[in-house]
């Protein structure tokens, strides 16, 4: 089954503080892994996108690693400033003609003056 | 920038009423998609629509859902009889080709009474 899995849930850290986010998946046959930025009562918003071949995706303060052969990706994101505050969402394309996206369940990070 | 948009914002219905929501996807774009995400919850895949037609549906979209692209540019999701559960964020989303990044409205907040 077409799983992605993410942690931690929720995430506070103070301002100008690092932290990481994790995603495993188990989509299959892959195509590409997207982290998206959710601010509540908006659509989602693409941060990074990365395909089979890359394991590793800047983006200004943000930075997205995937290892491939574990079903793994993080995003790190660098000196945090109170706008990031939203929900992170790791998605992966599923690699058929449909080219379907599932959703992990996000982690939820708040930054704090 | 072009970008996909959403009416209404917040639908508030009655059970058993039917409603359409209504998205304008970027012009060129070729394949949509709606999305719901129950508050709380991952955003889930509803149905993808490709050359007039259903390309791919998930196990929600059930006899009670249909899409339309009735002129060429809107994209509605109707509900014929909506149920409590039906309560949640629709999303709208738009890509120009397979391969290609999709992009997200910002959401009809859907609210059965």
């Known amino acids: 089954k077409n799983q992605v899995e993410q942690s931690p849930q929720s995430l506070i850290i103070l301002e100008g503080k690092n932290c990481t986010l994790q995603?495993?998946?188990?989509?299959?046959?892959?195509?590409?892994l997207r982290w998206y930025k959710q601010d509540t009562g908006r659509g989602p918003v693409s941060l990074t996108i990365?395909?089979?071949?890359?394991n590793t995706k800047s983006n200004g303060r943000y930075t997205a690693t995937l290892d491939a052969d574990t079903k793994q990706s993080s995003l790190h994101i660098t000196a945090s400033q109170l706008s990031d505050s939203a929900s992170y969402i790791c998605?992966?394309?599923?690699?058929?003609?449909?080219?379907?996206?599932?959703f992990g369940t996000g982690t939820r990070l708040t930054v704090i003056p | 920038e072009p970008e996909v948009t959403q009416t209404p914002s917040h639908q508030v219905t009655q059970m058993g009423q039917e409603v359409i929501l209504r998205c304008v996807p970027i012009?060129?774009?070729?394949?949509f998609y709606w999305y719901r995400q129950i508050l709380g919850q991952k955003v889930e895949f509803l149905v993808s629509?490709?050359?007039?037609?259903?390309?791919?549906k998930s196990e929600i979209f059930d006899d009670q859902f249909s899409v339309e692209r009735p002129d060429g540019s809107n994209f509605t999701l109707k509900i014929r009889s909506t149920k409590l559960e039906d309560s949640a964020m629709y999303f709208c989303?738009?890509?120009?080709?397979?391969?290609?990044?999709?992009?997200f409205g910002p959401g009809t907040r859907l609210t059965v009474t």
């Open positions: 989303a738009s890509r120009l080709g397979s391969g290609y990044e999709q992009y």
């Open positions: 995603c495993n998946y188990t989509v299959s046959p892959f195509s590409n």
């Open positions: 990365m395909t089979f071949s890359e």
């Open positions: 998605v992966v394309s599923e690699g058929t003609g449909a080219n379907n996206l599932f």
């Open positions: 012009s060129n774009h070729l394949y």
């Open positions: 629509f490709y050359n007039n037609e259903i390309s791919e």
